[in-house]
């Protein structure tokens, strides 16, 4: 899968517990993407990465945040899950900006929130 | 915001038939991408095409765009049970944007 990998692959957790999601690359690329899979929606985007501590948010942001402190990692976080965030997640990369180029996905993270 | 409509939702055909794909879109863009995602896994990339090519091929793959018409097809020849899979376009419009994908046409090839 290009070099991405994501932990944890599976999460079940509670409403209003914090969950952080890693994304993690080795391809040395710029651009990183998490996007949201529900069914009868496709795939939205909830926020991207352009560089290091460089960030901002997709379609779909609202309760979730992200962080990025090096090239290589891309965490999202969801300060306080609720029910309508289970979903699968997944990262993405891409060596130039998301308008012009190929993406890379990595396997995805299922998170049931109960 | 969907970008990309594909069309059908589902489509189930006999191994060796060739299975064409849809997608509408309605602004102007830079180029258009096709992906697959097998059942539980992440997309894979599959061809691009910019909006100032008409066709292009990839192994059994063949992709015409109409920027006239916002519309591509996703041509697969010869198709064989491992393409059973759902098929995503997504458009590019440049360095303003990311990438905006549809909801997928979901292939079934029957051995």
């Known amino acids: 899968d290009a070099g991405i990998t994501q932990s944890p692959r599976h999460k079940v957790t509670e409403t209003g517990t914090p969950v952080t999601l890693r994304c993690h690359q080795t391809?040395?690329?710029?651009?990183m993407y998490w996007y949201r899979q529900d069914p009868g929606h496709g795939l939205r985007l909830i926020h991207y990465?352009?560089?290091?501590?460089?960030?901002d948010k997709g379609e779909v942001s609202d309760g979730y945040s992200v962080s990025r402190s090096k090239t290589e990692d891309f965490l999202l976080t969801l300060e306080s899950a609720t029910s309508s965030q289970t979903s699968v997640y997944f990262c993405?990369?891409?060596?130039?900006?998301?308008?012009?180029?190929?993406?890379?996905f990595g396997p995805g993270t299922r998170l049931t929130v109960l | 915001s969907q970008q990309g409509e594909e069309d059908p939702q589902a489509l189930s055909i006999q191994e060796g038939e060739n299975a064409t794909m849809n997608c509408s879109y309605k602004?102007?863009?830079?180029?258009l991408q096709w992906y697959r995602q097998n059942s539980g896994r992440g997309l894979v990339h599959l061809i691009l095409?910019?909006?100032?090519?008409r066709e292009k091929h990839s192994g059994r793959l063949r992709v015409t765009l109409d920027t006239s018409k916002k519309s591509s097809s996703l041509l697969i020849t010869a198709s064989r049970a491992a393409d059973t899979a759902s098929y995503f376009c997504?458009?590019?419009?440049?360095?303003?944007?990311?990438?905006?994908f549809g909801k997928g046409t979901k292939l079934s090839v029957k051995p």
């Open positions: 990465s352009y560089g290091v501590k460089d960030t």
């Open positions: 095409i910019r909006s100032n090519e």
């Open positions: 602004t102007s863009i830079n180029n």
């Open positions: 993405a990369i891409s060596p130039g900006t998301g308008g012009l180029d190929e993406q890379f």
């Open positions: 391809e040395n690329h710029r651009y």
């Open positions: 997504a458009t590019g419009r440049g360095s303003q944007g990311n990438l905006i």
